[in-house]
Structures are given as C-alpha cells and as structure tokens.
C-alpha cells in the first residue's frame, strides 16, 4: 500500500486519519523537515529522507518499496493534494505496469489553518503560489490578475525566497494597482509554533517580514478587521423588527413622499455630513451586520449601529438601489419578508455590479 499523507502544518494539526496511516506504515519517505516534524510517531521506522527538489525521486523511491510489498507513507505539509505530492505521484504513476493501491489522507492546508488563525477571512477564494521555478512569471501574474478582477479572497503560498523575489513584487503591485493600498492582507508565518500571525494594509505590506514559512490571504472589497480579526461577510440575515418610523418611511417611500437628494428642511440634517443623500433616512438594509461599511454592534445593548455607514447617503448608492428596492417591496413589511433578496441588492451595489441580476 502507498499511502499519500499530509501532516498538516505540524503534528498538532494532523487528522486522526493520518496518523494512524503513519503508525501503521512500514516506510516513511518525505523532505527532511516533514519527517522531523512527526519524529516521536515514526521512531523505529525506516525512514528515507529526500531534499527540497527530489519530488520526483521521492514517489520513485514510495512507488518501488510498495512494489516490495512494504506499506509506505509519502508524507507532505499540509494537504497533499495542495501544491503537495499527490501531483506528483499520479503524474508519475502512470508509467508504470504494475497495479499500485493508493491512498490519499488529507491534511489540514496552510491555507485552511491561516484563516483559521486570522478569524474568517474566506469566502469564495483562489489559491496561488507565486514560485517561478517552473510557471512563467506572466502565468501567475494572469492568475492574481483574474482572481483580484474577481473579487475572490487570494491565499498565497511560496510568497518569497532569498533569491525569488521579483514574483512577490508584481504581486504587490498588482493589489495596488487593481484594488488600490487599502485591502487588507493577513500574514500567517508558521517558522515558529505558535505561528505569528498579523493584519496590514497592503500598502504596509513588508517582504522583509515575509518568507517562504509564510502564507498570506488577501481579502476582497467586503474583507474587514474587527476586535483583531479578519472576515469577510457572506451575508447572513440578522432578524429584527422594524422601527415605527421605518415603516412610516417607507409607506410614504413608497408613494413617492420621500425626499431626493440632501434634505435641508431635516432638523437632524445633516445627520452624518454636509451634502448627504437623504433619500433613504432609514436604511432598507437595516440591520446588515456587515462592518464592511462601517456599521457595528453597540454590544452591551446587542443593537446594530450605522453612524459610521456613510455608504447609503451616497449619490452613486441612491443611484443603485432606488428603483431595484422598489421592485422588492411593495409594503413596508417586505423590508422583513424579503431581507435575502434586500442583502443580495446591498451586495451588488457595493461590488459595483447589476443591482437587476438578482
């Protein structure tokens, strides 16, 4: 039996599922650093060690002990099947006549365990790795391209070496030049245990703090720090009544009573700051419990607080949801009855994108 292991990112994050594959193997083959991660599991074993390079030679060796008639264990970092050495073996595998049982044990990915320590940065997301060595530069470039055109959450791997560099820089300036210096970028270097693990703006992004025991996630429009942690919204309905004055609003929203653009007249205006929409004095979003906009929670009352959201007194705003709202609602009361809808439209409006294509 060969069996294809991830460990993990070190042997408190390995499945049960693996380690007991690890125990009963006869043959541990893996890089140097991998097996002396998990060397109090593998003591009395034969163990063969290959260098950072030998993929290859390593599930030739895997491939020809299991041929012997030996269980081997072919163990990877993280997920095998994530930039490990399930590629490889399959690719290799082909070429030969013999019938080999194969077994694949995932294993926690740097990028599974990264967002964990961040918080919940992902949502839909793309995986990368910015090492040349065998893709064309202008590939990975398409890649971070698309994916940040996209707007998915971009994990990264193989951030930097000593002497690949240049791969880390075009990625930067890429961010920079499509999503602008204030998208957030969590780093997570697991040189150490526990992993350090930080926020920045990409603007303060330092490769001086970054190698290749680092992976970074690179939040989207949504993404946002709060109490220390990363999240990226998926936007979930948070359920609340409806204030009296809501209603009236929107009763007389709904007629066409409201006001268009700043309402001076308003003895509270302007409310947030000169110049104001005041179309919707009520969000029809209320409570988004998104902070991607600014809103947060007054939590020792558990009450939902927009002074920070500036976002719906926006002209560009008012321009995208006025006449899709009014498609939604035809009562007050549809502000509750059709709140999934009322978040797909708040979605598509601040990612900029067909307020009708709901």
Not at 6 to 24: D, F, H, R, S, V
Not at 132 to 151: D, G, M, Q, R, W
Not at 193 to 208: F, G, H, M, Q
Not at 330 to 339: A, G, H, R
């Amino acid at each position: 039996m060969l069996n294809v292991i991830g460990i993990g990112q070190n042997i408190n994050t390995m499945t049960l599922e693996a380690y007991e594959a690890i125990k009963n193997s006869d043959i541990i083959i893996g890089y140097k650093k991998y097996t002396e991660e998990i060397a109090d599991l593998i003591e009395g074993k034969e163990i063969i060690q290959k260098g950072m390079g030998d993929e290859i030679s390593r599930v030739e060796m895997a491939i020809s002990k299991s041929n012997e008639g030996y269980d081997v264990a072919l163990v990877s970092s993280g997920d095998p099947g994530v930039f490990g050495m399930s590629n490889v073996l399959f690719q290799i595998l082909s070429k030969y006549e013999e019938k080999i049982d194969v077994r694949v044990y995932s294993g926690v990915s740097a990028v599974n365990y990264s967002a964990n320590l961040l918080g919940a940065p992902l949502n839909d997301y793309a995986v990368i790795s910015l090492s040349n060595v065998l893709t064309p530069l202008s590939e990975i470039e398409k890649k971070i391209e698309y994916a940040l055109k996209a707007n998915l959450i971009i994990a990264i791997y193989n951030p930097i070496s000593k002497t690949r560099k240049e791969p880390f820089r075009r990625f930067k300036n890429l961010i920079l030049d499509i999503k602008g210096e204030d998208i957030l970028i969590g780093i997570v270097n697991s040189e150490s245990y526990p992993s350090k693990v930080s926020i920045v703006k990409v603007k303060d992004l330092d490769e001086n703090e970054i190698n290749m025991s680092t992976a970074l996630i690179v939040g989207n429009d949504l993404s946002y720090e709060s109490d220390g942690y990363f999240v990226t919204p998926r936007g979930y309905v948070v359920k609340s009544d409806l204030h009296p004055l809501s209603i009236d609003f929107y009763g007389k929203f709904l007629k066409g009573e409201t006001p268009d653009g700043p309402n001076s007249e308003c003895e509270f205006y302007p409310c947030h700051y000169e110049g104001q929409s005041c179309d919707f004095c009520y969000c029809p979003f209320y409570p988004c419990g998104d902070s991607s906009t600014g809103g947060k929670w007054i939590k020792e009352k558990g009450v939902w607080n927009c002074k920070e959201c500036l976002w719906i007194h926006e002209k560009e705003t008012i321009d995208c949801v006025k006449e899709p709202l009014r498609k939604i609602i035809n009562e007050p009361e549809d502000l509750k009855k059709s709140k999934k809808q009322l978040l797909k439209l708040r979605r598509a409006c601040l990612l900029h994108n067909n307020p009708n294509d709901l």
